[in-house]
């Protein structure tokens, strides 16, 4: 995969508030904004997977115990 630069602007004082918190936790105020950026991404992708499994299982809520998937496929 290749990188690619992106510029972000901020005001001073939210600048100075990453880079201290980032500080705080040992890592670069780059780390922590690709971090916080791709987590926020996957949280959002997990919840509307979990809403969409949720419709499915709201419209034939029923359940298998892992006993009985275990019988039928170990």
Known sequence: ???ATMTIRLESEEK???LDYAHTFGISALEFIRTA???RI???LDLKTWEEV???F???P????SAAIAKKYL
Do not use: G, N, Y
């Open 1 to 3: 995969m290749s990188s």
């Open 16 to 18: 100075t508030l990453i």
């Open 37 to 39: 950026a791709l987590e």
């Open 42 to 44: 996957e949280d959002a």
């Open 54 to 56: 949720k419709v499915e």
């Open 58 to 60: 709201e419209s034939d």
């Open 62 to 65: 029923t359940t298998i115990s």
